[in-house]
């Protein structure tokens, strides 16, 4: 399942008794309804699968938030708590703030339900246990239908959250207990709380574990290996008048320079919380996206590969929709992207550095039955001016042991989205690495048409082996996922039954779809309180 940012406007259904009271207008036109930033759109999740037959079944459908709801209702953008930090441009968090594709400023630091905060649920799809979340860093993940792709409503994930839980946009799957990891970060100006969740193949929480951290504590992301959970914390100090008063980001928060505390979670026995200093070496270790970590020479030390961002090019202000018309308004707007190594030695409390390619990369990702263990090769969507900042159109594999890499390139009018691990059928947990395929849907702007591509592991530069055709124009997502279970293999018919029903359904209205999962003493579901008193709040 590949999440992405999507944008454009889009009609209700002829037959919905609730309709804008103005008509979706198109992108561009009316800048009072476009967002600042392409990460404020709302999430939409494109499914792709894989039935045995020789054929793939596509489908497209958005998130039916509860703030995708309101604001198609009312035919109104109502949520623009962003919009002050985004105008404040790419210098933002030195060079971070409002960095492309991924942002480090995510949402609005007021807590709870506001018009400030909108959960669009279009960071990452996560696929576990028969289930397909949708996450948003700091609200509650969102459940979707596998096979018709339609919303089911918010989820506590059976009691674990509470309502104003700020849950992570990152998931990662533990390879040696067969678990799945998430996060919460409740940030406050003094201290943050942090809290480490571990769910098993059933999606029963077994692991639960909080940690208090100084400071307003950004993070977006972490490593799991065997044993541990890594997380990085950059220095942030708050603007304490601004913090008070509105909590914009990019007016309350300056990142600064200087040595950041990386944070060494034990998962078991006495789940102790060991900080060790990062030593500055004059690029920001803030907004790390982690490839993997695991643990080396015998559990002295912990390894971890990420795709570390240089934000000191960004010079200018964010721009319109769409954004960039040429390469240098992407150069000022974007961070310099590269491959990392990190290596913490647990007995002396240091830590070590490496650049593992100077290429301009994004989205990193590996073969997932190798989570949490030594890996050996990275695969990721590159830049094509090697070194210099462009945008993510190429895929590359990297090895990480000679520090080599090999890379194909679409045409110049061709742009891949991030790679994803397939592993090939009855090699689910195959000992060699690359025996697999990597998957990317590939955008082409000239005809405005998006198609899968498919490549064998061992051999990106080759090209793909495959190009899909999906039949529409995909906007480039964020962090999807792969499954080989079998219970996803649904048969085309049972997709279209499934899609062809939702359509149906949607069409009664907009709210026929929502789990009445969640009560309260008034009798009113967690979001009944938006939908209410979401205008007063």
């Known amino acids: 399942m590949l999440l992405s940012s999507f944008i454009r406007s889009i009609l209700p259904p002829k037959k919905s008794i609730v309709q804008p009271k103005q008509p979706p207008v198109p992108d561009g036109r009316d800048k009072d309804r476009m967002v600042k930033h392409p990460f404020d759109g709302d999430g939409a999740v494109l499914g792709v699968t894989f039935s045995g037959d020789g054929k793939a079944v596509a489908r497209f459908r958005y998130v039916r938030t509860i703030a995708f709801i309101k604001e198609r209702k009312k035919g109104l953008k109502l949520y623009n708590g962003m919009e002050s930090t985004r105008l404040h441009g790419a210098t933002v968090g030195n060079g971070q703030g409002n960095d492309f594709p991924i942002p480090m400023f995510k949402h609005h630091l007021k807590p709870g339900l506001n018009k400030s905060r909108k959960n669009t649920s279009n960071t990452r799809a996560v696929y576990w246990s028969k289930k397909l979340l949708t996450l948003w860093e700091g609200g509650l993940p969102y459940k979707i239908d596998c096979l018709g792709l339609t919303t089911e409503g918010r989820s506590q994930l059976g009691g674990v959250l509470l309502e104003a839980t700020p849950f992570g946009g990152r998931a990662v799957y533990d390879s040696f207990k067969d678990r799945m990891l998430f996060y919460a970060n409740e940030q406050d100006s003094g201290s943050s709380m942090l809290t480490l969740y571990e769910f098993n193949s059933d999606f029963r929480l077994v692991n639960k574990q909080t940690q208090k951290l100084p400071g307003f504590a950004l993070i977006s992301d972490f490593g799991v290996t065997e044993n541990y959970a890594i997380f990085v914390q950059p220095p942030v100090s708050t603007n304490a008048i601004q913090f008070l008063i509105n909590r914009d980001p990019g007016k309350s928060l300056n990142v600064e320079g200087g040595a950041s505390n990386l944070y060494v979670m034990s998962r078991f026995g006495d789940q102790s919380l060991k900080s060790i200093s990062i030593p500055s070496d004059g690029i920001s270790d803030a907004d790390l996206l982690y490839c993997n970590a695991y643990e080396d020479e015998g559990g002295k030390s912990v390894v971890f590969d990420v795709i570390r961002s240089d934000g000191k090019n960004a010079s200018c202000e964010i721009k319109d929709w769409p954004w960039f018309l040429s390469l240098k308004d992407f150069q000022e707007s974007s961070s310099k992207k590269s491959l990392w190594r990190y290596k913490v030695d647990l007995s002396s409390n240091s830590v070590s550095k490496d650049c593992l390619s100077t290429m301009q990369t994004s989205f990193g990702v590996i073969n997932p039955s190798f989570s949490g263990k030594r890996h050996r090769f990275v695969y990721s969507v590159v830049g094509a001016m090697g070194s210099e900042v462009a945008p993510p159109q190429g895929i590359a594999k990297f090895d990480t042991d000679l520090k080599t890499s090999e ?131």
């Open 407 to 537: 890379v194909w390139f679409p045409r110049e009018y061709e742009f891949c989205g991030e790679p994803f691990y397939a592993p090939k059928k009855g090699q689910i947990n195959s000992s060699v690495e690359d025996s697999g395929y990597i998957l990317s849907v590939l955008n082409n702007g000239r005809s405005k048409q998006s198609e899968m591509v498919v490549f064998e592991a061992k051999s990106i530069k080759n090209g793909p082996i495959a190009r899909i055709p999906l039949g529409i124009g995909i906007p480039h997502g964020l962090h999807g996922c792969f499954t080989a279970s079998e219970e996803a293999c649904w048969p085309e018919d049972e997709i279209q039954r499934r899609a062809k029903l939702a359509d149906k359904m949607e069409s009664k209205g907009n709210r026929w779809n929502e789990v009445k999962s969640d009560f309260s003493g008034l009798g009113l579901r967690l979001d009944d309180f938006e939908e209410y008193f979401g205008d007063i709040l």
